[in-house]
């Protein structure tokens, strides 16, 4: 358990983390919303909008991009190939690696599909000075270390189930 935090910086914290809480907050409600109009799942609409910017990926960066196991994207990909949206084929150069594009089918939903979070965020970033940006990257990243560290060490295993299951429900 973490140590109390002295007063002038207890409120600081609060105040980041219910910053942090919102826009978390905010960009699963505007996914949520965009997926069911587009009648996706919300793993599924971020696919999508990923390919539609980039054009193909193997699995494993697409994993890796949506922060999720490959056995958790496989799900994702098979529903997805199954209606139609997207297609996998193996890699000429690595008979290993499994190339993920998105069918005309695909790509046309991606299109009717306004905005997407990250869009979002991206405007609101792009009121910050250059200096800002990098300062704010600086933070985010020494954060991001920390609670990799935290989580692989005080939660391990359970935090991988529970994002199974999270999958599951999507």
Do not use: C, H, W
């Amino acid at each position: 358990m973490a140590a109390p935090l002295p007063a002038g910086v207890k409120d600081d914290v609060q105040q980041i983390l219910e910053t942090i809480i919102y826009l978390y907050t905010e960009s699963r409600r505007i996914t949520k919303e965009l997926a069911r109009r587009a009648q996706l799942t919300g793993p599924q609409l971020t696919v999508v909008k990923i390919l539609e910017q980039i054009g193909e990926l193997s699995l494993s960066e697409l994993s890796e991009r949506i922060r999720a196991q490959n056995s958790t994207v496989t799900g994702i990909i098979d529903r997805m190939e199954r209606e139609g949206l997207v297609t996998r084929e193996r890699s000429k150069e690595d008979r290993r690696v499994v190339i993920i594009r998105l069918t005309p089918k695909g790509l046309a939903l991606a299109e009717d599909i306004p905005l997407e979070p990250m869009e979002v965020f991206q405007g609101a970033l792009t009121s910050l000075s250059k200096d800002e940006m990098r300062e704010l990257l600086r933070i985010l990243l020494k954060v991001s270390k920390r609670v990799k560290s935290i989580v692989r060490r005080d939660v391990g295993a359970p935090l991988e189930k529970a994002e199974k299951a999270e999958e599951r429900e999507s």
